[in-house]
């Protein structure tokens, strides 16, 4: 922003205008939800406190439930540009199986070649989560499209974040889930640390866990109920698509039905996507600025259990497999 609009910004708020209002003309002008977020929360505390204070010393600003929920699903009107081009390709990929078994039918090479297409198609789903961060997190006002063509040149170190947050989150989730949901609460912040901070790998999920410690539990109050908000939108949409479905003598297999769920698939992943936001904007600034050599144990920790995980699994397998085994003999010897 240059000198006019920061001043147009500080006189809205001096007028009284709601906060909400300033952060809605913004946005129709173009600027980013992360960069409006950073301006009118630095504008709010220096008017409160006679100035700007250092970022090490704020404290989390989490929104109240209410608030967190509703400016979570808020996000689908602020970008409706993004909402709808999210909706088409998450609903052209879930049909373009489907369509293509339908057509070619199913053995041998077109077996091979759905197998490709399926790969394809999980490519692109994750190219399109990092580019709607990267629309709702970059600093200036950007389009899906060039988002996309972003992920595509960052889609590895994104992959390597991911891959050790599930590596961690299945060690987690082995002894006894309880651990796992834990550590998914503090590992959520990754993908966000990485692309706003520029901190990747290992590191990026230290950072993470930074911000979220001594908040888990508001974190993980807040995430649970945007989940339910989540699974009673599908169960209200489910509903509604099988009366439509029922009245016009529709089956729950038929491909319009495909499309009405695809649809509200792509509804979630923005709102999904504004709720981290939301999160990540309310703790960004409540610890100081991250160096990893002040957290090198917990950095140890993580690589530990990366590393641990495929040895859990081997270790499980293999215990499974071999109750199976004494299990079959067992009942063989009993016959």
């Not at 509703?70 to 999210?86: E, F, G, L, M, Y």
């Not at 989150?169 to 889930?177: E, K, N, Y």
């Not at 993980?220 to 109920?225: I, K, S, T, V």
């Not at 709720?275 to 610890?287: E, M, N, T, V």
Request: include cysteine; hydrophobic fraction near 55%.
């Amino acid at each position: 922003m240059n000198q006019e609009q920061l001043q147009y910004v500080k006189d809205q708020l001096q007028k009284n205008i709601p906060t909400e209002q300033v952060r809605e003309n913004l946005l129709t002008a173009g600027y980013s939800p992360a960069l409006v977020e950073e301006f009118v929360e630095e504008l709010l505390q220096a008017a409160e406190g006679g100035a700007e204070a250092p970022p090490a010393t704020r404290v989390a600003t989490l929104p109240s439930v209410g608030t967190f929920l509703n400016k979570s699903w808020a996000v689908i009107k602020q970008r409706p540009d993004v909402t709808w081009q999210t909706v088409a390709i998450v609903t052209g990929l879930a049909l373009l199986i489907p369509v293509l078994e339908t057509v070619l039918g199913s053995g041998g090479e077109v077996d091979v070649l759905i197998s490709v297409v399926s790969l394809i198609t999980a490519i692109v789903s994750v190219m399109l989560y990092i580019a709607i961060l990267y629309v709702f997190f970059s600093d200036t006002s950007v389009s899906l499209g060039e988002g996309m063509r972003w992920a595509s040149k960052n889609f590895w170190p994104y992959i390597w974040i991911a891959i050790l947050s599930g590596l961690i989150g299945i060690a987690g989730f082995m002894l006894f889930i309880i651990p796992g949901i834990i550590v998914g609460i503090y590992l959520m912040l990754a993908p966000v640390v990485w692309l706003r901070e520029d901190i990747r790998g290992v590191n990026a999920l230290v950072r993470s866990t930074n911000l979220i410690q001594g908040h888990w539990w508001a974190v993980f109050g807040r995430y649970l109920l945007f989940i339910l908000s989540v699974f009673l939108l599908m169960a209200v949409a489910g509903l509604v698509i099988g009366i439509i479905g029922t009245s016009v003598g529709l089956s729950v297999e038929n491909s319009w039905i495909e499309v009405l769920t695809s649809a509200v698939s792509g509804l979630v992943l923005v709102a999904g996507v504004g709720a981290i936001f939301q999160i990540y904007q309310g703790l960004k600034d409540s610890k100081p600025a991250f160096v990893p050599e002040q957290h090198s144990g917990l950095r140890t920790f993580y690589i530990f259990t990366a590393c641990l995980s495929p040895v859990i699994i081997v270790i499980t397998v293999m215990f499974l497999l071999a109750a199976y085994v004494s299990i079959f003999f067992t009942t063989i010897s009993g016959v």
